[in-house]
């Protein structure tokens, strides 16, 4: 699979982003039952199959064909089943899933609200829906994430979707905080590049290739010290919690009792 720095790799992607979606898929974990799981968004699966378990059965569904072919061949064996779909139009009957987990996706759609709907309509009447998105202020700029959410905003787009809403936040501690630091402070070095904004006056097309070829560059610069599990950052290092502010990673919302 190609390497654009927006799906997690490893080996390639630092491994304080690789333990940040590691800690999100340990929370969801922590709040799981028995039945039938969608994880929108898969990827290769790397996280999903940890979501399986003796009496959980996961489906991943991913928008690219090789993507969700190449997460089958690596995890099938483990009981990961993936499919490809659009997250905005996912092909399936109503109510049908226990569990729905939305991890890093839903900052990728122009309207969310096509997704939130689809994981509430797929969602069962007493199910538990899981959505992972960066916290607005806090993220770096990436051409992917074309909508990104406060807090209150997250809130009030899946409210109309849920009739129960809890959004709590997604954090690190000070040295995985000092890390995302030191590569927030490599990015605005690369962007003085461009005082004048120029890159956001390019074709779409043009500025994505931009953005991917320089993650290439500082994940290879950076790579020494910052993949591979040389940094020794961990999931462990992340943690919940109910206080929110500007410099929280992300934001981690559990929704019950879909409306439609």
């Given amino acids: 699979m190609k390497l654009t720095g927006e799906r997690p790799i490893e080996g390639e992607t630092p491994d304080s982003l690789l333990a940040l979606h590691a800690a999100g898929y340990r929370e969801v974990v922590a709040r799981l039952g028995p039945g039938r799981l969608l994880d929108v968004g898969c990827g290769l699966g790397d996280e999903s199959v940890g979501l399986a378990s003796a009496d959980r059965d996961v489906v991943g569904v991913d928008y690219d064909p090789a993507t969700a072919a190449t997460a089958v061949r690596v995890h099938g064996a483990s009981g990961l089943r993936a499919v490809c779909g659009d997250g905005s139009r996912l092909g399936l009957r109503d109510s049908v899933f226990d569990h729905v ?9 122009v309207d969310p ?17 899981f959505f992972l998105t960066p916290n607005a202020p ?6 992917y994430h074309v909508y990104l959410f406060t807090p209150e905003d997250l809130r009030a787009t899946l409210l109309r979707h849920f009739g129960q809403v809890e959004v709590l936040g997604l954090d690190a501690n000070e040295t995985a905080k000092a890390d995302f630091e030191q590569r927030r402070a ?3 070095r690369l962007l003085r590049l461009d005082p004048l904004g120029l890159r956001h006056r390019l074709p779409r097309q043009a500025f994505v290739w931009l953005h991917a070829t320089g993650r290439r560059l500082a994940y290879r610069y950076t790579s020494s010290s910052q993949t591979g599990g040389t940094s020794g950052i961990t999931d462990a290092d992340f943690a919940t919690t109910d206080d929110i502010d500007t410099t929280t990673l992300v934001l981690f919302a559990v929704c019950r009792q879909p409306l439609d």
């Fill in 101 to 109: 987990c939305s991890s890093h996706l839903i900052e990728h759609f």
């Fill in 113 to 129: 609200e096509l997704h939130v709907r689809e994981v509430s309509r797929v969602l069962a009447d007493d199910g538990t829906a």
């Fill in 138 to 143: 806090a993220d770096f700029e990436n051409p």
């Fill in 186 to 188: 490599m990015a605005d």
